[in-house]
């Protein structure tokens, strides 16, 4: 099972290192510092390129490959290094360095990029040991302000927090968020059950947390999604729509009121991309859909149907979220139907036409699936 995280790096800070001088960066092009190896038996350096923070701190990487003696035996080692400047400084300090031990001869490490902040680092760490299939990635935290550094134990961070013993494989740092949490990927390599996921959302004003449901797209009855939706003086309704294949997919969505329907057509979303529809936009907002329709200003309830479009009818998920910041309250909903839409008749409107019929005034082509009730019509 693989997870996407958030972490705080403020909450991992600990372990403090020591900043010797280093040297400035050079003008040479920056090379991959993440797996270097030596050279018909000689010794390399390579540098990374340089990552600069919005508030002026600048990164580099270099890593050392060279030849040495580990418990006897001629081995190529790697050594890390993380340089960092002061905004304005012209000089690099060395803030951290990865020395080779026999268990662990070759290791390497890629900056991710700084956070939001502008004074706080990460990066990925690589480490094997030589002649064989031993190996993993780590997780590097640097803040500029105190000058320290930590690598955080991801099974000992999950175990103390789930009171059992967890096994986990760091597969990638995608960056961090816009409130300044580390977003990780990693996937659990111990035994089915093992692990239970769970998710949550904070509110950009960091008061409410929601809880966001998991699901797993192969274990429905269909792509497929039936959900009440309303609106009052304080809540709204989003609706939420995600690929879980790697390929692009299509699906239409529609709102249901009393007295119409508003309809998206057919949508195409590419491959792990999510599309959220907030309904009391969209209302408010007075957006047109495929046929030039509105949702009226007075709806403040209805249901919202959607469907795959496809031969592959377990492709996409979805839920609608119902919630309530000033209440404090929410309320998810994924149920979804029995098989996807399918088609069921098609006419076009109007039917007949006399006279020169201009280009941009063409019949529309309505297609209509069981599903549909007469509301639920949309334009091909």
Avoid at 105 to 121: A, F
Avoid at 174 to 181: C, L, R, V, Y
Avoid at 190 to 219: C, E, H, K, N, Y
């Amino acid at each position: 099972m693989t997870l996407s995280l958030v972490l705080r790096p403020l909450a991992m800070l600990g372990l403090t290192m020591l900043v010797p001088q280093g040297p400035p960066a050079t003008g040479d092009a920056p090379e991959n510092t993440f797996f270097v190896r030596c050279r018909e038996g000689s010794g390399r350096t390579v540098r990374g390129p340089l990552v600069s923070s919005s508030s002026g701190y600048r990164a580099y990487v270099t890593v050392t490959a060279e030849m040495r003696r580990l418990e006897g035996w001629p081995t190529c080692v790697n050594t890390s290094s993380l340089f960092v400047a002061s905004p304005g400084a012209r000089s690099f300090s060395m803030v951290f360095q990865k020395e080779p031990t026999p268990e662990r001869s070759g290791n390497g490490l890629r900056l991710v990029d700084w956070g939001p902040d502008g004074r706080t680092l990460a990066a990925v760490s690589l480490w094997w040991q030589e002649d064989s299939d031993v190996g993993g990635h780590g997780i590097l935290i640097y803040r500029a302000e105190t000058k320290r550094v930590v690598e955080p134990d991801l099974d000992a961070l999950f175990s103390r927090s789930l009171r059992r013993e967890c096994s986990l494989r760091l597969d990638d740092i995608p960056g961090f968020t816009e409130s300044g949490e580390l977003v990780v990927k990693v996937t659990s390599t111990g035994g089915p059950g093992s692990i239970i996921a769970s998710a949550l959302s904070l509110s950009t004003d960091r008061t409410q947390v929601f809880r966001v449901p998991m699901r797993d797209r192969t274990v429905q009855s269909s792509s497929t999604g039936e959900y009440p939706w309303s609106l009052d003086d304080s809540s709204s309704s989003i609706v939420y729509i995600k690929n879980a294949t790697g390929s692009e997919k299509q699906y239409t969505l529609y709102v249901n009121f009393d007295g119409g329907s508003y309809a998206l057509g057919v949508v195409s979303i590419p491959g792990g991309q999510t599309h959220s529809y907030d309904i009391r936009a969209l209302r408010d907002g007075q957006v047109p859909d495929v046929n030039g329709n509105t949702i009226p200003l007075d709806a403040s309830q209805g249901h919202v149907h959607w469907s795959v479009r496809g031969k592959e009818s377990k492709a996409l998920i979805g839920r609608v979220e119902q919630f309530d910041l000033t209440n404090g309250l929410s309320m998810t909903a994924a149920c979804g139907l029995c098989c996807p839409d399918s088609y069921y008749t098609s006419w076009l409107t109007p039917a007949s036409v006399v006279g020169v019929v201009e280009p941009r005034k063409m019949p529309s082509r309505i297609r209509r699936s069981p599903w549909s009730a007469s509301r639920r019509a949309g334009r091909l």
